[in-house]
């Protein structure tokens, strides 16, 4: 029994990681640049379908879908980067040249239900409802399935430490603080020479990559992708987490991730009997609706708010 | 200097700007009034790019800047301010002061993660001369924190704290005077002389308070209804009769 609870655990941590590393690209976005991406999740998705085309297995005659290119999963991992950073560029070239954010917000919105749709009718691509299944996890060979858990937990928490350590960077410079300027004052900001577009769609664009490279390792958890998995609420998990982490704050962000899946997973683990477990799980919603009300009622900036940049040292 | 020629700006069926032609002269603190709605702001906007003119031309330096955006005119040198107290409000005093030196090393990702000494470097070079600046504007003892904190007049100081960092050569300042007490007028005006004579800066400010206009500005233009009445200095301005007529109303 403990170790069906390790195990699941494990499972539990891998899955927060990825929505940790999900969560650290809308905070970019949105706790950075203040730019309220309604539909993130269409990055999540095309990471993940980039990653799976490039690495499945080639269609036999009996299959629907035409591609696949029995690549090495890395290769695909990789590939989800520029991939959805591509489909950013795109649509944040039109949206982000306006000032005002409200067309941005209906852009993004409509784009992820685009995505959504074509995942579901372009069939030759994206092997339509059915999806893709039996997709082959990393290493998977050199472990017993109960040690792999294990394995795989840390694979997927040493992916959040690179994208941690890379998204700090990103922060902490000068660039950084150019998006947090947009942020606070995009009209004074072009006031002192700053090309705030350039800055709004790069900020765009590497959020969009860490959702697709958290996309493409999504698919590596589950094993099987289909479009439903991508439905727009799972943009809102983006919103909740940093809600709750803090925004502008990547701790925050990893946090609020984690107490995401951790609540979420919860609701879960303790199904008893199956009466019970559609009631809980019915419930999930309303908890995280009651937390997230008690978290901007209380802390509003987030449980790890944003921290001061403090100038003191010597120069 | 600045030169602008026969501006014009309509919004919808109102011309708010009507015709402007005006020069700054380089080195001069120039003074822009005129009554509520005058197009005072409007023309502000149009010649830092904010608005898009209806007509006319915009001169910098010798360049026509009349289509370019509100980033590129501030990279020719011409920054601006806002009549509302702007900053960047949840960030630091310092903060804001590192945010403005244009074309920074470190805008730049590449640089961000394959040559950071060279960020460094200049991070170390604008740090101290923001330190000086701060010194300056007397504010480097609240370096640390967040400027929505900070009293109006500070948040106006800061502002030109920050042009100061640009590097730019003319300044914008529009209502530098709104939200500020009367008792600043004196060191408000002493900042501007000093930065005139110490950096060779030009100024062009918009301000409903004549007393400052006053004192602090070589020459004044006077704006109603979207049209320039007239130029001159304090006393040349205020014996005109078109002046006396925008704002106490004409003859019975």
Redesign the interface.
Same mark, same amino acid.
């Given at each position: 029994m403990s170790g069906n609870i390790l195990s699941f655990l494990a499972g539990t941590i891998a899955l927060a990681a990825i929505y940790a590393i999900y969560t650290l690209g809308f905070n970019l976005q949105f706790g950075y640049t203040d730019l309220a991406n309604m539909g993130y999740v269409a990055f999540f998705a095309i990471g993940a379908y980039v990653s799976i085309i490039l690495t499945y297995s080639p269609p036999g005659p009996m299959d629907a879908y035409r591609f696949g290119f029995n690549l090495p999963m890395w290769v695909g991992v990789i590939a989800a980067a520029p991939a959805a950073a591509l489909f950013a560029f795109l649509t944040g070239l039109p949206t982000l040249k306006i000032i005002k954010a409200d067309y941005f917000i209906a852009v993004t919105f409509a784009f992820a239900e685009i995505v959504r749709m074509v995942m579901q009718n372009e069939i030759w691509l994206t092997n339509g409802n059915f999806g893709f299944y039996g997709l082959s996890r990393p290493f998977k060979q050199f472990f017993s399935s109960y040690t792999y858990e294990f394995f795989f937990a840390s694979l997927m928490v040493g992916s959040l430490i690179i994208a941690y350590l890379i998204m700090r960077?990103?922060c902490n410079?000068?660039?950084g603080? @150019?998006l #947090? =300027?947009i942020r606070?004052?995009d @009209?004074?900001?072009?006031?002192? =020479?700053?090309?705030?577009f350039r800055?709004k769609l #790069?900020s765009y664009m590497i959020g969009a990559a860490f959702a697709g490279v958290a996309g493409s390792l999504y698919a590596l958890y589950t094993t099987v992708i289909v479009p439903e998995m991508f439905v727009p609420s799972v943009t809102f998990v983006a919103w909740w987490a940093v809600m709750m982490g803090g925004k502008g704050n990547n701790k925050g962000a990893i946090l609020g991730a984690f107490i995401f899946i951790f609540v979420d997973q919860l609701t879960i683990f303790t199904q008893a009997s199956a009466a019970y477990a559609t009631r809980l799980s019915s419930l999930r919603g309303f908890i995280m609706g009651v937390m997230l009300i008690l978290i901007l009622r209380f802390l509003p900036q987030g449980v790890l708010k944003?921290k #001061?940049?403090?100038?003191?040292s010597k120069? | 200097m600045l030169e602008i020629k026969e501006i014009c700006k309509n919004f919808g069926g109102l011309r708010a700007v009507d015709r402007c032609s005006l020069s700054v002269k380089e080195r001069s603190i120039t003074g822009l009034i005129g009554p509520n709605g005058a197009g005072k702001t409007t023309l502000f906007n149009v010649i830092s790019g904010f608005l898009r003119k209806d007509g006319g031309e915009v001169w910098l330096e010798g360049e026509e800047v009349g289509n370019f955006q509100p980033y590129e005119i501030a990279l020719k040198g011409m920054v601006r301010t806002f009549q509302t107290a702007a900053g960047f409000m949840h960030m630091t005093v310092m903060e804001n002061m590192m945010i403005a030196p244009q074309s920074q090393e470190g805008e730049r990702l590449g640089r961000v993660f394959f040559n950071r000494k060279n960020i460094q470097i200049q991070e170390k070079e604008n740090r101290k001369k923001a330190e000086e600046i701060l010194n300056f504007i007397n504010l480097y003892q609240k370096r640390n924190e967040y400027v929505e904190d900070l009293a109006s007049v500070e948040i106006k100081l800061l502002e030109v704290g920050r042009q100061m960092m640009t590097g730019a050569k003319i300044f914008l300042l529009d209502e530098p005077m709104s939200g500020v007490s009367p008792a600043f007028q004196g060191k408000m005006v002493k900042y501007i002389k000093d930065l005139r004579e110490r950096i060779g800066l030009t100024f062009f400010i918009i301000e409903h308070n004549l007393g400052f206009i006053q004192e602090v500005s070589d020459a004044i233009y006077v704006m109603n209804n979207g049209q320039l009445l007239c130029y001159g200095t304090w006393g040349e301005i205020t014996g005109n009769e078109k002046v006396i007529e925008a704002y106490l109303g004409g003859k019975k």
């Open positions: 960077r990103i410079s000068p660039f603080r @150019m #947090k =300027g606070e004052n @009209m004074a900001c072009q006031s002192l =020479g700053k090309d705030i800055a #790069k944003e #001061k940049v403090v100038y003191d120069i | -």
